[in-house]
């Protein structure tokens, strides 16, 4: 595997259910991040993680909760959604040094649809 | 507030030129992005920019004015596969990036 990679492509799910999405780089990056991506609208940082440590939550509602093991993979875990979080779900990840900033590599999503 | 705007759709076609414009309000600035993606793909990296000019990649080529808080994306020679939508990102004094809403460029035989 190359890049960035994330699994499910595509997931269908009821307001009750619970679920996690995945996110693996093989790039040797130091940060990741979960972006949410609705039709017409700008991309919606979520969740920042550098070195392993959250650094940026934007006040996204508490039924998506990020996980992040070691610094190659990144979880998000889904519990009781609402119809409106249906969206595509963006992985990326890049290379962050003091004072300086590299472009995000993006996975190609989770296309998420809640019933 | 931080702000990006970009024109939601544009035309052109095949063999054509076409500019996309992005202007952009931030609390400090460090750097403007241009990426790339085609539908149900991940967006591709395709520009930064940081002091003022035109940098030049093959076909596509970026625009800076940071006085004027405005930046361009041009493609030459328009190709089928061209289109796509392209979206425009601004890295903050935070190094945080705001992103356009993208433009969605339609290329016609």
């Known amino acids: 595997e190359t890049g960035v990679t994330q699994t499910p492509r595509h997931l269908v799910m009821g307001m009750t259910n619970k679920k996690s999405l995945k996110c693996e780089q093989h790039l040797g990056h130091n940060a990741m991040y979960w972006y949410k991506q609705s039709a017409k609208k700008p991309l919606e940082l979520m969740f920042v993680y550098s070195l392993e440590e959250r650094v940026e939550n934007n006040s996204v509602p508490s039924r998506f909760s990020p996980e992040c093991p070691n610094s190659s993979h990144l979880f998000l875990h889904l519990h009781t959604l609402q119809p409106e979080d249906s969206a595509l779900y963006l992985c990326?990840?890049?290379?962050?040094?003091?004072?300086?900033?590299?472009?995000?590599?993006f996975g190609p999503g989770t296309r998420l649809t809640v019933l | 507030g931080q702000n990006i705007d970009q024109p939601t759709e544009m035309t052109a076609t095949e063999g054509a030129i076409v500019q996309i414009n992005c202007t952009y309000q931030t609390s400090g600035f460090n750097g403007l992005f241009w990426y790339q993606q085609h539908a149900g793909e991940a967006p591709t990296f395709l520009s930064y920019?940081?002091l003022d000019g035109l940098e030049e990649k093959g076909r596509f080529s970026s625009f800076l004015s940071r006085s004027k808080g405005y930046s361009y994306l041009l493609l030459k020679e328009l190709q089928m596969k061209d289109s796509a939508s392209y979206l425009c990102?601004?890295?903050?004094?935070?190094?945080?990036?705001?992103w356009g809403a993208g433009t969605k460029l339609i290329i016609k035989p």
């Open positions: 990326a990840s890049s290379q962050v040094r003091d004072w300086d900033y590299n472009e995000q590599f």
């Open positions: 990102a601004a890295l903050d004094s935070n190094y945080q990036l705001i």
């Open positions: 920019n940081v």
